[in-house]
């Protein structure tokens, strides 16, 4: 049974999580913005790495391909681990953020 991991740091990058998707995987992505002082959530297919014309991201991105593929970031694994959301999560007050503020 494979285990969540957490993803390394990379920097400007932080590799959230994966989702697995109809022949590829979606890579999840926080990038730091130092313009906006702000995190940005990116998600990423896993075959266009390799064409990414942001070179920082492609190598950080390809540093973990065996993580990657073999799915220890999948975000499956964390409701395994942790539990499902509640059905009415949204009626509990919880929510997504799309964007922060850098601490």
């Keep these: 049974m494979i285990e969540w991991q957490m993803p390394p740091d990379g920097g400007m990058y932080k590799l959230v999580g994966t989702r697995k998707v109809p022949n590829d995987i979606s890579l999840i992505v926080l990038i730091d913005?130092?313009?906006e002082d702000t995190l940005h959530r990116r998600e990423y297919s896993w075959r266009n790495v390799p064409n990414l014309?942001?070179?920082?991201?492609?190598?950080y991105l390809l540093s973990m391909s065996d993580g990657i593929e073999r799915g220890f970031y999948d975000?499956?694994?964390?409701?395994?681990e942790l539990g499902e959301l509640p059905e009415d999560?949204?009626?509990e007050n919880f929510y997504v953020v799309r964007e922060v503020k850098k601490p």
């Design 75 to 80: 975000i499956a694994l964390i409701d395994e």
């Design 53 to 59: 014309h942001n070179e920082g991201l492609k190598q």
């Design 33 to 35: 913005d130092d313009k």
């Design 89 to 91: 999560w949204e009626k």
